[in-house]
């Protein structure tokens, strides 16, 4: 079993940043693909951005230029940088990792104030 544990999440005002960090543990075998996910009030779960075992990223083009994902292979753990919140970012943001199923954490939630 894969466990992914959030963290970072909270109260911000608009225009301001948080870093989410995502730390995985368990019977992690190699680099695998990881990504955040959202999921805001009456919305289903969307991409947010997501990072090959190589490092490649892609975003959601509703974050491109604001948000930048990152990975520290050695300690296992995913980051998210988000820069310029809008109200519109408020949701519970999870940690997914895919290694033969999806795996997910419980999420943190992100609330921007405007």
């Known amino acids: 079993q894969v466990q992914l544990v959030e963290s970072g999440g909270g109260l911000v005002q608009a225009g301001g940043s948080l870093r989410l960090s995502c730390a995985a543990s368990?019977?992690?075998?190699?680099?695998?693909?990881m990504a955040w996910y959202r999921q805001g009030p009456g919305n289903q779960r969307d991409l947010v951005a997501r990072?090959?075992?190589?490092?490649?990223?892609n975003y959601a083009d509703s974050v491109k230029g604001r948000f930048t994902i990152s990975r520290d292979n050695a300690k296992n753990t995913v980051y998210l940088q988000m820069n310029s919140l809008k109200p519109e970012d408020t949701a519970v943001y999870y940690c997914?990792?895919?290694?033969?199923?999806?795996?997910w954490g419980k999420g943190t939630l992100v609330t921007v104030s405007s």
């Open positions: 997914n990792l895919v290694q033969y199923r999806d795996y």
């Open positions: 368990g019977r992690i075998s190699g680099l695998n693909p």
């Open positions: 990072i090959t075992n190589g490092g490649s990223t």
